[in-house]
Each structure stands twice: as structure tokens, then as C-alpha cells.
């Protein structure tokens, strides 16, 4: 190994670490939503970090975001499936599949996550789904 080239294999290692270190954050993240465990979902938030589920307005501010997260407190436990996760730098992305109770109703949803993670936390956390199972839960039979 020459020396120009060792700066870059150092960054390498230095990347791939902080991408299993995201990449675990994410994982650890989505089992604590499949517990309903608000302290640890708001414990992987900075401060002034943002959910926004598309179809949705945003949500910012680990105060708003708690409000949110405490709203599942009473429903039943999910099941969130990954099926491929990815993690690049500082974004995590994933596509999943969410078998969540909504309104007392089993809901499924495809979902595409993508996570930026900042300092250790996530800085901003985007869903893109389609609202329309979510919304069928709260329609009168």
C-alpha cells in the first residue's frame, strides 16, 4: 500500500463504520416501533429532527415527534419487515413492509424509509407509502 492511497482505505474504514453504526441505529429503531417503546423511538431523535410521512404534513421537533410516537402507545404491537436496508454516509434507506392495527383493523403497508442520521441521531426521517390502506382502516363498514 502506497501512502497516497492510504488516506482513502482509512475513510473507507472510517465510512463503512459509521454505515454499520447507522445502519444498526435503523434496525434498533424500527424493532423499538414494533414494541411501541416511545422512550427509545425519541432517544434516536435530535432535538430539532423531522418525520414527515409524505402523503402527511411534517412533523419536527422531538416534542411534536413525541406527541406522535405516544399516539401508538395503545395499539397493538406491530410487525415492521425489511427487506433490504441500505446505508450510504450519513442516509439510511430501507423498503419494508409495515403489518400494523390500525383502528382495530390489520393494515399492511409497503413502505420506502429514508433515514439521515446526524451526530448519532436522526436528523430527518421521510416515509413515502400509500396513504390509502391506512385510510380504509377508518372508513364505516
Not at 488516506?7 to 453504526?21: F, H, N, Q, S, V
Not at 423499538?32 to 402527511?56: K, M, Q, V
Not at 450519513?90 to 429514508?114: A, F, H, Q, S, W
Request: with cysteine; aromatic share 8%; hydrophobic share 40%.
Amino acid at each position: 500500500m502506497t501512502a497516497a492511497s492510504r488516506p482513502t482505505t482509512i475513510a473507507a474504514m472510517t465510512d463503512a463504520g459509521l454505515e454499520a453504526t447507522n445502519d444498526q441505529l435503523i434496525r434498533e429503531f424500527l424493532r423499538a416501533w414494533e414494541r411501541r417503546d416511545t422512550e427509545h423511538i425519541i432517544a434516536c431523535f435530535a432535538d430539532d429532527g423531522t418525520y414527515h410521512s409524505i402523503p402527511l404534513e411534517p412533523i419536527v421537533g422531538k416534542d411534536a415527534i413525541r406527541a406522535f410516537v405516544a399516539g401508538f402507545e395503545g395499539v397493538p404491537p406491530g410487525r415492521l419487515e425489511v427487506h433490504r436496508q441500505v446505508a450510504s454516509g450519513n442516509v439510511v434507506m430501507n423498503e419494508r413492509t409495515d403489518y400494523i392495527t390500525l383502528n382495530g383493523k390489520p393494515v399492511t403497508l409497503p413502505i420506502c424509509g429514508v433515514f439521515e442520521i446526524e451526530d448519532g441521531q436522526i436528523k430527518a426521517w421521510r416515509e413515502y407509502f400509500d396513504l390509502e390502506p391506512a385510510r380504509a382502516a377508518y372508513q364505516a363498514e
